[in-house]
């Protein structure tokens, strides 16, 4: 998985609680993106990273912040947990556009 | 909205066939096309990728097979095996970035 780890793997929340998901490489790659999986939807982008402390909306960023404030850490923080929330959040890295990207295993977040 | 349609949705098939999965984009801006490869509880993992100057891509047996003027790409799979048996996603971006993924085909090769 080329050194990208997430943290939590699963969570349950309740609705109306922040919760924050972080992404951790040790490939020392530029790119970073926040994506959501839902069923019939594949993945979908939430924010994305070209740098530290340089960031931007995906498609799905309602809802959502971001932080990168080291090139390994890539924090992904949901401002006020709803149930249309509920997903699998997956963080992958790329060391330049074009090549693949990495993804790490997932957390399952639930709000309850 | 850009989008990347897939089809079929489940696909079952013999060990020893031949799979088939396609994918059709939007935007004609897109210039590369990964196919990505999912086992459950795991992250996707790259396959094999195409770029819109070739025609055809060939990793052992996988193949993607590209056409431009259809705005279409397709994985075959080639001698499927059990161990094949996963969740695939064609993809597309614009510069290698901010992938837009298509929703995804299980594949169930039956042994």
């Known amino acids: 998985d080329a050194g990208i780890t997430q943290s939590p793997r699963h969570k349950v929340t309740e609705t109306g609680t922040p919760v924050t998901l972080r992404c951790h490489q040790t490939e020392n790659h530029r790119y970073m993106y926040w994506y959501r999986q839902d069923p019939g939807h594949g993945l979908r982008l939430i924010h994305y990273s070209y740098g530290v402390k340089d960031t931007d909306k995906g498609e799905v960023s309602d809802g959502y912040s971001v932080s990168r404030s080291k090139t390994e850490d890539f924090l992904l923080t949901l401002e006020s947990a709803t149930s249309s929330q509920t997903s699998v959040y997956f963080c992958a890295s790329q060391v330049e556009f074009g090549t693949e990207a990495f993804f790490g295993q997932g957390t399952r977040l639930t709000v309850v | 909205q850009q989008q990347v349609k897939q089809s079929p949705q489940s696909l079952i098939v013999q060990k020893g066939g031949i799979s088939i999965i396609n994918c059709a984009y939007e935007n004609t801006a897109f210039d590369y096309f990964p196919w990505y490869q999912q086992f459950p509880g795991k992250g996707p993992a790259l396959l094999i990728a195409?770029?819109?100057?070739?025609s055809e891509k060939k990793e052992g047996r996988f193949t993607i097979s590209f056409n431009k003027s259809a705005k279409q790409f397709s994985l075959h799979i080639m001698d499927s095996q059990p161990g094949d048996s996963a969740t695939y996603f064609c993809a597309a971006s614009k510069g290698g970035q901010n992938f837009v993924f298509g929703p995804g085909t299980r594949l169930s090769v039956l042994p």
């Open positions: 195409i770029r819109p100057d070739v």
